[in-house]
């Protein structure tokens, strides 16, 4: 059973930092990226952050570039996304997923489930 479980959202006040953590089981890792999304109130579903396990390189959207970092602990399975210097408009619904290569092609394999981000101003 394919599992990606998204974890460590909550509410922040501006300009504070949160963690997320993406847990990935029951797939071939070797064929998969695993990418970081958003849903906002309103809005479509973006990409916003993604890394290659493979080689660990990795991609952000202009707009969390300098305040969000992906990595990957394989030994976990987990793949992270710090979160620095937070705005309001980064409020959403984050969601992690096994996205095919290149990463940034957003192509999704496998869902996971989202955790909410809030932003406080």
């Known amino acids: 059973e394919v599992q990606l479980q998204a974890s460590g959202g909550g509410l922040v006040q501006a300009g504070g930092s949160l963690r997320l953590s993406c847990a990935a089981s029951?797939?071939?890792?070797?064929?998969?990226?695993i990418g970081w999304f958003r849903q906002a109130p309103g809005k479509e579903r973006e990409g916003v952050s993604c890394?290659?396990?493979?080689?660990?390189?990795?991609y952000y959207v202009d707009s969390v570039k300098g305040r969000f970092t992906i990595s990957s602990d394989n030994a976990k399975n987990t793949v992270y996304l710090r979160m620095n210097s937070l705005k309001p408009e980064d409020t959403a619904v984050y969601y992690c997923a096994a996205v095919t290569m290149p990463c940034n092609s957003w192509f999704v394999g496998y869902w996971g489930k989202g955790t909410q981000v809030t932003v406080s101003s």
């Open positions: 890394i290659a396990r493979s080689d660990s390189s990795t």
């Open positions: 029951g797939f071939t890792f070797d064929d998969y990226a």
